[in-house]
């Protein structure tokens, strides 16, 4: 049939004229442990490294480079659990600026601690089944397993993007229950991954963390912790499928301002494809014009 080489044609012309979009490149440094910190201790030193030199702490921003981390230890054993509304601010208002606001669809967040370490206060069974990487306090959402971390100019409401992130878990049972998720400032998503799970029941310690290297591209990363919210009435139980999973450091590059997207330059068609152009109608002239065998006479 006459319409089956010009579609083949047309498709063959834009098939080639289509710009490559180029992805991301991720760096992943992903370990599962025990209880002990030590067990991912290199794997975490080498995310830092990754992430670059210093560790600015708090000094306001913008900085040209290195990282910020957030252990959530501020206080030490004696602090009490703390909780915080959604967005959570507390880590980019002096004098704690190190660029990091969370958000949840949940009610709010708690740091960990007395008089019930570990989130004893909301289910005394979950001192049990968490432990720490950096001692003594945990973080989790309330309400939700989920955490949006958007980064800024540390000490400023300027949104940024940054190179990487990374957190460390706690008692991951189930190897599809938690997950991070990095986007650009476009929504459009870079990279995910799953958190390996520990090699012990309980107490147990993971980590994840990627960096790009094409540097400050990263805008937002979703966090999935557990595939069950935490709550009075709900117990760890990863034989039934129920994954209670908490949070402790943060790692991540330092924050850059995002820069504006230069407009995409049309790219310029390849020799094949002009060459298909020039020859297509010429094509279509002579499969329209060529001679068709006439019909027998009919008396």
């Known amino acids: 049939m006459r319409s089956r080489p010009l579609i083949a044609a ?12 180029l992805l991301a490149s991720p760096v992943v440094r992903s370990v599962g442990g025990s209880a002990d910190p030590a067990s991912i201790q290199a794997t975490v ?26 252990n959530w230890d501020g206080g ?20 704690v600026t190190r660029g990091g606001v969370f958000t949840t669809p949940g009610t709010g967040f708690e740091i960990s601690g007395q008089p019930s370490p570990e989130f004893g206060d909301i289910n005394p069974t979950y ?3 968490f432990g720490t990487f950096s001692s003594p306090r945990l973080f989790t959402a309330l309400g939700s397993n989920t955490t949006d971390v958007l980064f800024f100019i540390p000490g400023t409401d300027t949104r940024a993007l940054t190179t990487g992130f990374g957190a460390v878990f706690t008692d991951v049972d189930l190897v599809d229950s938690t ?3 990095f986007f650009d400032q476009n929504g459009n998503l870079l990279f995910s991954d799953f958190v390996e799970a520990g090699t012990v029941a309980d107490e147990s310690l993971s980590f994840l963390g990627v960096s790009f290297t094409e540097g400050a591209v990263l805008d937002r990363v ?17 034989g039934a499928g129920i994954d209670l999973v908490v949070m402790d450091d943060f790692l991540y590059g330092e924050p850059q301002e995002a820069q504006p997207e230069p407009p995409q330059a049309v790219p310029e068609p390849p020799a094949a494809t002009l060459l298909l152009v020039a020859l297509l109608p010429l094509f279509m002239a002579w499969s329209q014009n060529r001679v068709r065998p006439k019909a027998p006479w009919r008396g």
Do not use: H, K, Y
């Open 10 to 21: 047309a498709a063959a012309v834009c098939a080639l004229g289509l710009p490559v979009t």
């Open 45 to 70: 030193d080498q995310f830092r490294a990754d992430l670059g030199d210093p560790n600015n702490g708090n000094t306001p921003g913008p900085l040209s480079g290195g990282r910020r981390e957030i």
């Open 127 to 129: 001192p049990e089944i």
């Open 179 to 181: 997950m991070l998720e």
């Open 222 to 238: 979703r966090i999935t912790s557990g595939n069950a919210v935490l709550g009075s009435g709900t117990n760890d139980d990863p």
């Open 76 to 95: 030490g054993d004696a602090a009490p659990a703390a909780t915080f509304p959604t967005p959570m601010e507390t880590f980019n208002t002096a004098p």
